[in-house]
């Protein structure tokens, strides 16, 4: 499980211990300066080494049986919403594009979710999430993220999601699920589509959490920078007034 100093919005670790006292907030300084479009994000765990692993097998090498494991430690990051998140949610899998989805064959958001949903039923019977897998399109075709620099990243799935009936969406609860949450670009995409389509609020969980420390395509590596920060408020802002019309 996710220890130590964690942003209370995006679940990344603090660079600095949070100094207690009237004004602290316990953000990150990305969560502090261009506030996610989410409640909350959750992670069971870093994405390293065992994680890193499993979750390869179960999304490259279509080790289906990965998920069923994966899907009870998924289970286990969803409840820690249980005593803030609402009593009733649509549970929204990350969607891939219909190439990448013929192309592997499954999507691996919806297969974590339909496991821990099945556990998440057993501990916490009271709490109605419901499976709602086309809730959410992705639009294009968008690159890989990996290797992409972060303000890469918000630009790549900018716009690339859409609600496939925002009827089904307005004035309730999401919860949405990925595999990884790194930068939260995905995530913020993702939340702001919902929220447009008039979703009351939107959380997420994912299997596990990567530091904002990326390797560059020039195989250094790199993190937040204060020319970094300013581009994500700069993007948020553009993300939050344009059509989304990809």
């Known amino acids: 499980m996710q220890s130590g100093e964690l942003c209370s919005r995006c679940g990344d670790t603090l660079d600095a211990p949070v100094q207690a006292g009237p004004t602290s907030s316990g ?46 430690m998924l289970a286990r990051a969803i409840a820690k919403l249980a ?11 990350v969607p891939l594009h219909r190439t ?40 294009r075709a968008t690159e890989s993220q990996a290797g992409l620099t972060p303000r890469q990243r918000r630009l790549n799935v900018r716009g690339a999601f859409e609600v496939s009936d925002p009827a089904a969406v307005t004035m309730k ?35 596990a959490r990567a530091s904002r420390l990326y390797s560059n395509r020039r195989g250094s590596s790199a993190r937040y920078d204060d020319a970094e920060e300013e581009a994500l408020v700069r993007d948020s802002i553009y993300s939050s007034h344009e059509q989304s019309s990809f």
């Open 27 to 72: 953000l990150c300084r990305a969560c502090r300066m261009a506030p996610p479009p989410f409640v909350r994000a959750v992670a069971y765990g870093p994405y390293q080494d065992r994680m890193k692993a499993a979750i390869h097998a179960l999304k490259y090498d279509r080790l289906h049986a990965a998920a069923g494991g994966l899907g009870q």
């Open 83 to 93: 005593d803030e998140a609402p009593a009733e949610m649509l549970v929204v899998p």
């Open 100 to 139: 990448k989805y013929a192309e592997r064959g499954f999507n691996q958001a919806r297969s974590l979710a339909f496991q821990a949903l099945g556990a998440l039923r057993k501990s916490h019977p009271d709490w109605r999430l419901t499976l709602a897998s086309r809730t959410l399109m992705r639009l």
């Open 173 to 207: 609860h999401v919860l949405v699920i990925d595999d990884i949450l790194t930068t939260g670009a995905t995530a913020r995409a993702a939340a702001m589509a919902l929220a447009r389509a008039g979703a009351a609020s939107v959380w997420v969980a994912t299997l």
